[in-house]
């Protein structure tokens, strides 16, 4: 069965360390991936995607992520972290067909310490 | 500004009414969805739309309805035999591909919460 999986459900780094939360999926062929970050009872932004060519791909608010193909990953990286950057953190990824659905992990919540 | 706009941003209903929560972008946008957002569940897809008079369900379409009368406004209905109504609901916009196996970006709107008094 097709799934997302953000392994992390809370993750607590102090201000100024870097970041790095996991995401793991199971599909057929390499699907589309996506980061979305929720600040508190708001909607999702996009933070980065990935569709094909370079692995490592730059977003926004400072944000990277790696896709590795072998261990079917894409892992959301910040080398360091600002107080602004708690929220929850969505991977969510689209299979390579014309139904243009996404499909979203559980979610990390960041927390940020002074 | 071009966005969605989710109303109202918190809704309270009593068992056994349906309510309607409205959805609305001006991006000109084919692509419409619907989700709901639980605690530690992420959010899981209810229906979608790709164009007018037509839509799909999703993951978890039981007990609500959807309508597409106009490509601007996608309005969620969450009927009474929705066993489980209280939750966010976020409502997604999105621009089709115009190359196949291709993908935009989903805009998503503020969202509305909705409490089952």
């Known amino acids: 069965a097709q799934s997302v999986t953000q392994p992390d459900i809370h993750i607590t780094v102090s201000e100024g360390a870097s970041l790095e939360l996991r995401c793991n999926y199971s599909?057929?062929?390499?699907?589309?991936l996506f980061w979305y970050v929720q600040s508190p009872g708001q909607g999702l932004q996009l933070l980065l995607k990935?569709?094909?060519?370079?692995?490592l791909v730059q977003g926004i608010k400072g944000f990277e992520a790696e896709f590795k193909r072998s261990q079917s990953s894409f892992n959301l990286r910040k080398p360091s972290v600002h107080w602004s950057d708690a929220a929850e953190y969505f991977c969510?990824?689209?299979?390579?067909?014309?139904?243009?659905?996404?499909?979203f992990g559980a979610g990390t919540t960041v927390t940020v310490r002074a | 500004d071009g966005g969605i706009t989710q109303s109202p941003k918190y809704l309270f209903r009593k068992e056994g009414q349906n309510v309607t929560l409205s959805c609305e972008q001006n991006l000109n946008h084919d692509a419409m969805y619907w989700y709901r957002q639980d605690p530690g569940q992420g959010l899981r897809l209810i229906y979608y739309s790709q164009i007018v008079n037509d839509f799909q369900k999703g993951d978890i379409a039981e007990g609500y309805s959807v309508s597409r009368e106009k490509k601007e406004s996608f309005p969620l209905t969450v009927t009474s035999a929705q066993k489980n109504p209280t939750a966010f609901y976020l409502c997604a916009s999105m621009a089709l591909p115009g190359a196949p196996s291709s993908y935009n970006e989903q805009f998503f709107g503020p969202g509305t919460r909705l409490t089952v008094l």
């Open positions: 969510a990824v689209a299979p390579r067909s014309n139904d243009y659905k996404l499909s």
């Open positions: 599909y057929g062929a390499t699907p589309y």
């Open positions: 990935y569709f094909s060519g370079d692995t």
